[in-house]
């Protein structure tokens, strides 16, 4: 078997970039190339693939795959970025206790199936050669036509308010920070997410991957580890 090439599965920590993985992936294994399928936000955390030698080409492969993500939305405070890292553009009272949870409730099945969502300008989408954050940053807001996906499962997790847990199986092209923030939307009292983590692309988990740790740990402790990792697709 080939070590210089296949897919390995990661659990990328909060605060680093897709690209900061990739670079201590190069770094501390010694891969000459390496890249990933699906990019993760400094904020999320959870599965990212990285793709080893010849397999860097292969990422129209992972294209297709439904994820699953679990994150916790905050309500009745909306930001320009639909998460926590973004300015506050809106705030609520929650209102009655007993009747905020119905409506949440309700908002959440009201999501499900196929769905127009429209990308979130805080998104890497490109519009005129150019990514939409690269005009949010400006304070440049670009009209945005919505995308057909589906959401083919949504559940509560724990209602504690002002926060809502919530585990969700989407198509790709979904973006979770602006379900989130079409939620709080749909519920009438703003929201915004305060965690996200991907816990699933097509038949990869994020149980089965590696965590930063195993990843910076001496050649000798981890060489078995990371063997057994690195997978190789037909």
Known sequence: MNYNEGIMLVDKPLGFTSHDIVAIVR????????GHAGTLDPMATGLLIMLLGRFTKKSIYFSNYDKEYEATLRLGVATDSGDKEGKVTEEKDLGPFGEKIKNIE??????????????????????????????????????????????????????????????????????????????GEKIGCGAHLVSLRRTKIGPFSVKDALSLDELRSPAGSRNTRIHENILQLK
Do not use: W
Not at 27 to 34: A, C, D, I, T, W
């Open 27 to 34: 770094r501390n294994l010694n891969f000459s190339k390496v």
């Open 106 to 183: 309700h908002a959440f099945k009201s999501f499900l199936g196929e769905i127009r969502q429209v990308p979130p300008m805080f998104s890497a989408k490109k519009v005129k050669g150019k990514k939409l954050y690269e005009f949010a940053r400006k304070g440049i807001t670009l009209k945005r036509e919505p995308k057909l996906i589906v959401i083919k499962d949504i559940v509560i997790l724990d209602i504690s308010l002002p926060h809502v847990t919530f585990r969700v199986k989407c198509s790709k092209g979904t973006y979770v920070r602006q379900l989130g923030h079409d939620m």
